[in-house]
């Protein structure tokens, strides 16, 4: 159930960049990206998220979430309207970190963007992203039309440390 409203509210997130109703909300910058501190107004608890926008595809934003320790972490990526899987369905998502060769997983999608929410495959990626300086992505469509985007990941490290400590999730 948790797992349902988080990804509700990372869509609004990725929308309006604004917290949801009852936060209160605070802001760092990191290289190019955006971290939030949202804490909840009924009982102090914190999330965090890091934004980053493409430098190649304006359109498309890179989420990295973490709504609580444990299975609360997640990533995500917007764009243009590509259409929602449904129940445990997925559809390809391929992304090259640095010049490594390509990995191409199977993710599910929200309606505006790819989205990996199995904390095992979720926070591997995210440590990936700190070591790395690029991150080129693609993204498939309902009939497997493809986005791809490029992002620079300068201040990635402290971006998603910071993340991570903001939900006292350890790395």
Known sequence: MKKAISLALSCAAITS????AGAAEAKERFGNWQVQTLTDKMDDSTR?????RSSSAPTVLM???CDYAGDGVYIQFSGPVLGETNGR???PFV???DKNNKQVEEWRYAQRGAIQIDVTKAKPFAKALMNSQSIIVRQYGRDLDTTDAEFSLDGAKQAVERVFAICKEPL
């Open 89 to 91: 369905e997925t559809r």
């Open 63 to 65: 989420l990295v979430k």
């Open 48 to 52: 965090g998220i890091a934004l980053l």
């Open 95 to 97: 992304y090259r970190l």
């Open 17 to 20: 960049w604004a917290p949801g």
